[in-house]
């Protein structure tokens, strides 16, 4: 059974950084994953998204300050948002993509992260 | 740019929904599909090459298209299909949602 977990702090201040974390089980990590974010009310926006050999692609009006990185030894994913402001806050989601049509096939549950002092 | 319409749908039960997804420019069909989101619960995968159901889906949910103009057809609404649902694209390692369309009763 496929499972994607996703962690971090639900709660960060204006300017700082967002780190989540995504546990993945029941698949194997070398593969494609991906992070999509939804404000509350609207709808999903693409983040970015870490193939297994490590390379990334960023959504182009968030690349400036989005990292995604991949741990295979502990079958983790992870995501870096600096400069966060209220307009971040989200419910963050960790997706599988499979890999050819590109579609995200397994989700997490989600995470909301509140930006606020 | 990937827009849907309508933005939101008032049907009853039992009833047909056709939703509408087009881009701004053209997709490949093996690259477009839909997601069903209920409220509360992350996004679920029912369509993808734009017309194959993805596993444990209803026959009653319908994908066609092609271009620029893709369709999801529900063809009798059960209570449980009421929900929101994004068409998706991909091209050259980017990912693009629509912004969605409610279907309400």
């Known amino acids: 059974q496929v499972q994607l977990q996703e962690s971090g702090p639900g709660l960060v201040k204006p300017s700082e950084t967002l780190s989540l974390t995504c546990s993945v089980s029941g698949y194997p990590i070398s593969t494609y994953w991906g992070w999509i974010r939804q404000p509350p009310g609207e709808g999903l926006e693409w983040i970015g998204s870490?193939?297994?050999?490590?390379?990334?692609y960023y959504n182009p009006s968030l690349r400036s300050r989005v990292a995604i990185s991949l741990d295979t030894s502990r079958s983790e994913f992870s995501l870096k948002l600096t400069s966060v402001t209220a307009a971040d806050t989200a419910v963050y989601y960790c997706a599988h993509i499979l890999t050819g049509p590109y579609y995200f096939d397994y989700w997490g549950q989600g995470t909301l992260v509140t930006v606020s002092s | 740019v990937l827009t849907q319409s309508p933005g939101a749908l008032s049907l009853s039960p039992g009833q047909r929904a056709t939703l509408s997804c087009r881009a701004s420019?053209?997709?490949?069909?093996?690259?477009l599909a839909w997601y069903q989101q209920r409220p509360g619960q992350a996004p679920r995968l029912l369509i993808y090459g734009a017309s194959t159901r993805a596993t444990g889906i209803p026959d009653r949910f319908h994908g066609s298209g092609s271009g620029t103009d893709f369709t999801l057809t529900i063809t009798t609404l059960e209570p449980e299909d009421f929900a929101v649902y994004y068409c998706?694209?991909?091209?050259?390692?980017?990912?693009?949602f629509g912004q969605g369309t409610k279907v309400e009763v």
């Open positions: 420019q053209s997709v490949s069909n093996s690259y």
């Open positions: 998706q694209q991909y091209d050259s390692s980017s990912w693009t």
């Open positions: 870490i193939y297994h050999t490590g390379s990334t």
